[in-house]
């Protein structure tokens, strides 16, 4: 018996192209993930062939959305621009852009936000493994706390963690045919390209199927009215850090790093570059600050402790607060019950709750006009 995965190689074959080779035998095609009737897969072309595709693209998606048992289709149309590296040069004789000059023009001629949702933040860090998700999802739970209509994005294409946080394993249902309706959990809009795969499917994607990916679910996902979004990022500075700088407009952004001075290199890094690209830094988290041991009281500074508050007064950016290593938190998070949730009038909730508090008063600060300066004669 056939795969699913050969039932859509069989379909895509039968796809005449623009230049009259079947789909599956341009070399455009990207490797298809195909598992429990969700099939995701994209299709490269040079960026001038964009419009051209753009039919095989949709043909491509209908035939697939036509085999049994498949119960939704992500087909990504990317376009890569012969020699887009150039543009990565600075301004100098011969008239290039700088990125900064680049990402500021592509915010003033507007960034297309997402209809409904009045604010956009990023949750990032330098290097994984400082605790992000984490704090992403106690963060959306704490502004939900504060009175704030909140939405939850998991852009972590390749290690996307919010299934397992928020114990979600169901499905995100199709609405209107095309648009995606996200999973509902504590009364938040939850989206994750986790709901679309197996936990164990490697993604072994390019950087043009990631952002293809990041701006679809960002897109078409009908996410409702919304006072914030928080987006959970992958770590670093990539494609996906720029795609949502460059394709919507962020309000602002939260960095995550330990005290310990390897991680805070790596989160300098994160902070300089969405400053390179216009977005407000609101501040930085340090988690894992401390640990308390819970059987004798005694502290200790596993990762040192005051690194990331040394280093925000450095920087010139809001020290958010200090998480402590907690076996409690982690417990919570593993269970996917955060403790946001599980234990609201915890103490750990009000580290997050009083974080969340200065998040929102950041983003105020960050909308409220500039002052008009008027000169009498």
């Keep these: 018996m056939a795969s699913l995965k050969d039932e859509v190689l069989a379909k895509l074959s039968a796809i005449p192209t623009p230049d009259d080779r079947p789909l599956t035998a341009t070399g455009k095609l990207s490797d298809i993930v195909a598992n429990d009737g969700k099939v995701l897969f994209s299709i490269t072309v040079d960026a001038g062939e964009v419009k051209a595709w ?14 049994p048992g498949v119960q939704s289709v992500l087909v990504a149309l990317t376009g890569e621009r012969a020699g887009a590296a150039a543009s990565k040069g600075t301004k100098g004789s011969g008239g290039a852009t700088s990125p900064r000059a680049a990402a500021r023009a592509a915010r003033q001629s507007g960034p297309t936000g997402i209809p409904g949702v009045a604010a956009i933040i990023a949750v990032a860090s330098g290097k994984g493994g400082v605790g ?12 939900r706390d504060l009175g704030l209509k909140t939405g939850i994005l998991d852009a972590d294409i390749y290690g996307p963690s919010l299934p397992r946080l928020l114990a979600i394993k169901e499905k995100p249902q199709l609405a209107g045919g095309t648009r995606l309706k996200p999973i509902v959990r504590h009364t938040m809009p939850v989206m994750s390209i986790g709901f679309l795969v197996e936990e164990e499917t490697p993604m072994i994607w390019r950087g043009p199927m990631v952002m293809s990916a990041l701006t679809q679910m960002l897109r078409e996902v009908e996410w409702g009215e919304l ?26 952004a939260v960095i995550v790093s330990t005290p310990q001075d390897l991680a805070l290199i790596d989160a300098r890094r994160g902070i300089a ?20 041991c819970p059987h004798c009281g005694e502290r200790s500074d596993i990762f040192g ?14 020290f958010l607060g200090e998480v402590p290593l907690s076996l409690d938190i982690r417990e919570k998070s593993d269970a ?9 009038d915890g103490a750990h909730a ?9 998040v929102r008063d950041g983003l105020r600060a960050e909308s409220r006009p500039a002052p008009k300066i008027v000169i009498e004669t």
Excluded at 234 to 247: I, K, V
Excluded at 305 to 318: F, I, S
């Design 54 to 67: 753009e039919k095989v693209r949709a043909t491509a998606e209908a035939a697939v959305r036509s085999l």
């Design 132 to 143: 992000k998700s984490t704090v992403a999802v106690n963060l959306a739970l704490g502004l």
């Design 227 to 252: 006072d914030v979004m928080v987006v959970d990022m992958p770590p670093g500075t990539g494609d996906a850090q720029l795609t949502m700088a460059q394709q919507v407009p962020l309000n602002g």
């Design 273 to 292: 570059m969405f400053r390179r690209v216009n977005v407000p830094v609101l501040g930085i988290v340090e988690n894992m600050s401390t640990f308390i």
């Design 305 to 318: 402790h005051g690194g990331a508050r040394a280093e925000a007064e450095r920087l010139n950016v809001p």
């Design 336 to 344: 996917g019950a955060p403790v946001m949730a599980s234990d609201p």
């Design 350 to 358: 009000k580290i997050f709750r009083d974080i969340a508090a200065r």
